[in-house]
């Protein structure tokens, strides 16, 4: 009797070392698109009413503007290495843990 095998691009080895298939890609794509689409929304919300509640406060609330500014240029700052960085792209699409 033949014994089928199964290309390891369609397997993963769950916690306890069993195989099982991964049909469902895209469906999990989606999802996870989805996910972040949501976060994101609420993350900037979040921030357009901090935004206004600062404004609001006007003379006290500079200071918490500044910090705001403060923690966007660190953020720009992080996300601009990540995505020039080669070997942080290499590892995450060679290495597997």
Do not use: C
Request: net charge positive.
């Amino acid at each position: 009797m033949q014994e089928h095998t199964i290309p390891n691009s369609l397997t993963n080895v769950g916690a306890l070392g069993i195989k099982f298939h991964r049909f469902s890609t895209n469906i999990e794509v989606a999802m996870e698109k989805i996910g972040y689409i949501l976060i994101g929304s609420v993350a900037l919300l979040w921030i357009v009413g901090m935004v206004a509640g600062m404004i609001v406060a006007f003379p006290y609330g500079i200071i918490g503007l500044v910090v705001l500014v403060g923690f966007g240029f660190l953020f720009a700052k992080v996300l601009k290495e990540r995505l020039s960085s080669k070997e942080d792209d290499y590892y995450s699409k060679n290495i597997q843990q």
